[in-house]
């Protein structure tokens, strides 16, 4: 038996962030990064919190891939401030660290109350507006640890278009990878099921239409919130049913070699799913249920798929059609890694890849040595 339950309220649409005019009489603990205290989208929430009897206190420390230490400071303003309400406003590190900030002030102090937990991204990307998962990083030892708690879902998540306007070109490109990652690996997870399904496809299609264009041009409002939906859609598919290697291999080259999530994870996108479809020397009556998934994912979404091979190989010519016009870099050299910092790491990666939480719901078991190959190509 499984259970399916969305617990995150979603408010969507022009003037979303009006929502926030409704909070009042509470203590508010704001969560963000310099650049959106500076860009003038925190003064957006708090403009909305004025004259209520509402007290708020800023937290603008972030930086991303939150490490420990950041973590650790906010609990510490959270245990003096003792907030009724936590809004996060940012990328996924704002937020991945508010939530462990939230969900830390309450283990640490038995007497510390709940606080209801707002989310606002600023980036599409990571989804964590809807999930229960957290990514803190341990700079010392260059490990991301992946929280996961039903305790870190979000009350609520504000879809505000007008505030990915600013994204850059190359986060855009990096984060609207993510989402397409994360909807192919909750596709392909090994406790996918319709409801998951559905949310995958819609993503899919929505990034492989409309990212290109917020690429090109970052004020193109309606492709924005369309990818924006995209984000948070592929956000409850892999809450749902997980993730898989591309994921686990991503935590740990992105915290060895500080390349951004995003872009970690669309350069392992099609290496990872050739590996997943195994489609070497097979006939088509023993395709993998992965090869059938991706093959139908090519399907719905209007790519070339009159079977199972075509269909993958068409979803991979188009996956990297796709980082073609989004210019983004094919390779851990053009990276700008060096041959033997890569290499002398393949046995630290594939190890901490092994162990990570992502790894469990891959469609296909990998050994250590299939990992180092997946890693060592990417050079
Ligand atoms: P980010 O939050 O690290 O932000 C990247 C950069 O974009 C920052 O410099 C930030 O200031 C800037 N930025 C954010 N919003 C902007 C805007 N509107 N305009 C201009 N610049 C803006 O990036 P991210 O990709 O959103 O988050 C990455 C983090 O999330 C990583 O730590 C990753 O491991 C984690 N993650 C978490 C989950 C989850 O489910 N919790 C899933 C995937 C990734």
């Keep these: 038996m499984e259970e399916i339950s969305f617990r995150t309220k ?6 979303a962030l009006d929502r926030l005019n ?5 203590r508010i603990f704001i969560v963000t990064d310099p650049f959106i205290e500076k860009s003038g989208m925190t003064a957006e929430v708090t403009n909305r919190l004025q004259s209520k009897d509402n007290e708020y206190q800023i937290f603008s420390d972030i930086v991303p ?4 230490e950041t973590v650790a400071a906010g609990v510490k303003v959270i245990q003096e401030f003792n907030p009724s309400v936590l809004i996060a406003i940012g990328g996924g590190s704002a937020i991945d660290a508010a939530k462990a900030m ?3 002030a309450i283990r640490l102090s038995p007497q510390q109350k709940d606080m209801k937990f707002i989310a606002i991204p600023t980036t599409s990307g990571t989804g964590t507006e809807v999930t229960s998962f957290s990514v803190i990083t341990d700079e010392v030892n260059h490990v991301k640890h992946p929280l996961v708690s039903d305790a870190l879902l979000p009350d609520e998540a504000i879809l505000d278009t007008h505030l990915v306007k600013s994204v850059p070109p190359t986060v855009t490109a990096d984060t609207g990878m993510d989402v397409l990652t994360h909807a192919i690996e909750a596709y392909v997870s090994t406790k996918a099921n319709d409801f998951s399904d559905a949310f995958a496809e819609k993503a899919v299609q929505l990034i492989f239409d409309y990212l290109p264009r917020c690429y090109k041009d970052g004020n193109d409002l309606e492709a924005r919130e369309k990818v924006h939906h995209a984000s948070c859609l592929a956000g409850l598919a892999f809450n749902m049913v997980g993730l898989g290697i591309n994921h686990s291999i991503a935590h740990v080259c992105g915290a060895q070699f500080h390349i951004p999530h995003g872009r970690m994870n669309a350069l392992l996108l099609t290496p990872v799913i050739e590996y997943n ?3 070497q020397g097979l ?5 993998s249920a992965a090869a059938k998934k991706y093959a139908q994912l090519a399907r719905v979404s209007g790519l070339p798929a009159a079977n199972v091979r075509v269909g993958i190989n068409s979803l991979i010519q188009h996956i990297n059609q796709l980082k073609r016009e989004l210019q983004m870099p094919t390779s851990l050299r053009a990276c700008g890694l060096k041959k033997e910092q890569v290499m002398s790491a393949l046995a630290a990666i594939s190890e901490a890849a092994l162990k990570d939480g992502c790894t469990a719901t891959n469609p296909r078991i990998p050994t250590s040595k299939e990992i180092e190959t997946i890693v060592e190509k990417l050079y």
């Design 10 to 15: 979603i408010f969507i649409g022009e003037h």
């Design 22 to 26: 409704q909070i009042t009489a509470e």
């Design 65 to 68: 891939d939150p490490p420990i």
């Design 102 to 104: 939230k969900d830390f």
């Design 277 to 279: 479809a195994g489609l």
């Design 283 to 287: 006939t088509h009556q023993s395709f």
